[in-house]
Every structure is written in structure tokens, then in C-alpha cells.
């Protein structure tokens, strides 16, 4: 059985961090935590209110830089459990977990969490970067 079953169905919440409520970085914090034992900050926190998305996405963007722990890959390189970040109303402050083949696993306003297809619809075109974190590339080194 494949590790995204396990993440499918988790229902919607602002700024939600658990399997109660979750949002899309909840949701990437979690998995990274139970499938790969990486602790990820919570950025949302770093902000007075999930409101501000302009203030979440500028969190975000430090993060990746390259003092950061995450790498920038190529889309077409994207690999599981890299991080896919989407422009949403002009920000890029939206973000699924790549799965395979195209599909990343996600959490959206309103919706259960879910596996959708990032190379086609609405989300293709919102596409604006794929991080993979320092830590599971090393892990993946390592393991080679």
C-alpha cells in the first residue's frame, strides 16, 4: 500500500496542523514528520494571520533560498515527497506533496485532502517551483 493512503481524506481547517484539520502546509508537515522523521517549521506561524498571504509566501521564499533547507529542482525533475509550491491569487503560498507520475497530494479551501494531477488543469499553469529538503537528499546519498 502506497504511504499516500494514509493522508487521504484528512478534512480542511485553517492553518490546521493535525489529522482533525489540516491545511496544505499542515498536510506537508505531517507527512514529512510520520514518513520521514523530518520536523518541519510551522511558517504559518511566523505570521499574525493565515490572511496574509503575501507575509506567508515571503516566509516561504526565505526558507528556500539557499541558506535554506530546501533545494529548488527542476518540474520536470520533481520526486517523492518534494515540496510543489503553486501561485494562488498571484502568491505562490499554496503547496501539495509530489507523489508519482504526475500527482501530488494535497489539501484545498473547503475540500478533504486528495491526490490530483499537477501537469494538467488548474494547477499546471500555477506551478512555480519543486524543493526537495537537504535532509532526504542526503538521506538519499547515503542509502546509495
Excluded: N
Excluded at 500500500?1 to 489529522?19: A, E, F, K, N
Excluded at 516561504?60 to 517523492?80: N, R
Amino acid at each position: 500500500m502506497h504511504w499516500s493512503v494514509d493522508y487521504i481524506g484528512l478534512p480542511w481547517q485553517v492553518g490546521g496542523l493535525t489529522r482533525d484539520g489540516i491545511a496544505c502546509w499542515g498536510l506537508a508537515r505531517l507527512v514529512y514528520a510520520e514518513c520521514l522523521g523530518i520536523p518541519l517549521p510551522d511558517y504559518a506561524a511566523a505570521v499574525p494571520s493565515l490572511e496574509e498571504r503575501a507575509e506567508v509566501a515571503a516566509v516561504f521564499a526565505e526558507a528556500t533560498s539557499s541558506a535554506g533547507p530546501w533545494v529548488e529542482v527542476g518540474a520536470g525533475k520533481a520526486a517523492e515527497f518534494d515540496i510543489l509550491v503553486f501561485r494562488r491569487v498571484g502568491l505562490a503560498h499554496h503547496v501539495g506533496i509530489a507523489v508519482d507520475g504526475g500527482r501530488m497530494l494535497h489539501i484545498d479551501t473547503g475540500q478533504d485532502s486528495c491526490l490530483v494531477d499537477y501537469t494538467t488543469g488548474r494547477w499546471a499553469s500555477r506551478l512555480v517551483g519543486v524543493y526537495a529538503h537537504k535532509a532526504r537528499i542526503l538521506d538519499a546519498v547515503m542509502a546509495a
